[in-house]
Every structure is written in C-alpha cells, then in structure tokens.
T-cell receptor, first 114, second 113 residues
C-alpha cells in the first residue's frame, strides 16, 4: 500500500476483554515495529519483526501482550484481559530493513479500556 | 542500556523566534540519530537524521549536529513558523544491525503569531 495502515483507528473495550490491533506495512518493507504512545511517556517500544521473526520482544509489558506477523506482511498485536492501564495509542511502523533506515508510521489505534 | 533524553516541554514561542530543543543520548558505540515530528492529527514522520559523528542533518529549515563528545543531537531552527507547532521526538538506532528506534519522550512546540 501507499502507507502504513492500522485498524481500527479507535477501539473502546471493556476491562477484561481481549483486543486485536492490525497493522498493514508498506509493501516490500521487511521490518515492522510496534510502539505504544501514552501521555507523558513518549513512545514506548514493544516489539519488532524482521520478516516473520521477532528478534526483540523485550518491550512487551506483560504476558498478556503478544504479536505475530505472517507472510512477512500484516501484523497483529493482541492484548488479552485488557486493563485500564493498557489505554494508549498503539503505533505501527515499517522500514525496508530493521536498523538504520527511515521508519514510516501509521496513524495509530487509540485504545480505551473502560 | 540505550536511551534518549529530551528537554521537557511544552515550548512556547512567538513566530520568527529561534528554537532549540535539547536531546542527549546514552548508547554503546556510535548510534544513528534521528528527529521525528508529529503534527496535530498526523502520524510521526522523519524530520532529519545523522549517521556519524559531526554529521549535520537538515530539513525544512531545521538542523541538528551529531556531537559525540557531548552525546547530543540538539534540534535548532532560526525562525519558527506557526506551522511548526507539533511534537518533536529525538530517537536513536543502536550500532548493532537490525534493531529498533529508541525514542525520547517528545517535546511539544507551540508557536503563536
């Protein structure tokens, strides 16, 4: 696609429910990143993929968070048993390869847990 | 570990004022350094970058110089415009190949006419 596409753009969920956030990277980009943006916390790294592998998942806050990428393209970030502290904007980015290349960001998914 | 520290905001300036947003980093070796900008209602986009010591990145009138002696990458612009109002993020990519961007907390800039 022309840019990084994320869906849904907004999600309101009840505490304890599971949610899935989707990211469709730029075609041909092998690296894909997930970040979380909260007020006062800046951009918190969650996980990145090179192809379908996740060399660094050190930023996932707990075992309720998981992500996968299939076919070297679309990625899904899943949050199980959501908590109110999970409320944030979840950003996805992609780049040609991981590392010293420009990352292109999607518009994000705003998650609100009530 | 690797980290980025930015000056706290918000920064409020009048149009045509000089802008400096401070950024310092901690990293093993010599990382690549970036400034990203997030305009209201838009996604993050790359503003400029520098990949080695003494490199100067520049774009849209903004500049930043990679200073390894002070581990800094301060963002400057000689004359800001209202349209520069945005959140600015300093970031680094560690020296090791195949790693993710590490961001600072962001600095909000508000420019009034």
């Amino acid at each position: 696609g022309a840019g990084v596409s994320q869906s849904p753009s907004n999600k309101v969920t009840e505490k304890g429910k599971d949610v899935e956030l989707r990211c469709d990277p730029i075609s041909g980009h092998t690296a894909l990143y997930w970040y979380r943006q909260s007020l006062g916390q800046g951009l918190e790294f969650l996980i990145y993929f090179q192809g379908n592998s996740a060399p660094d998942k050190s930023g996932l806050p707990s075992d309720r968070f998981s992500a996968e990428r299939t076919g070297g393209s679309v990625s899904t970030l899943t949050i199980q048993r959501t908590q109110q502290e999970d409320s944030a904007v979840y950003l996805c980015a992609s780049s040609l390869v991981a590392g010293n290349t420009e990352a292109f960001f999607g518009q994000g998914t705003r998650l609100t847990v009530v | 570990g690797n980290s980025v520290t930015q000056m706290e905001g918000p920064v409020t300036l009048s149009e045509e004022a000089f802008l400096t947003i401070n950024c310092t980093y901690t990293a093993t070796g010599y990382p690549s350094l970036f400034w990203y900008v997030q305009y209201p209602g838009e996604g993050l986009q790359l503003l400029l970058k520098a990949t080695k010591a003494d490199d100067k990145g520049s774009n849209k009138g903004f500049e930043a110089t990679y200073r390894k002696e002070t581990t800094s990458f301060h963002l400057e612009k000689g004359s800001v415009q209202v349209s520069d109002s945005a959140v600015y993020f300093c970031a680094l990519v560690p020296l090791q190949a195949g790693t993710a961007l590490i961001f600072g907390k962001g600095t909000t800039l508000s420019v009034s006419s």
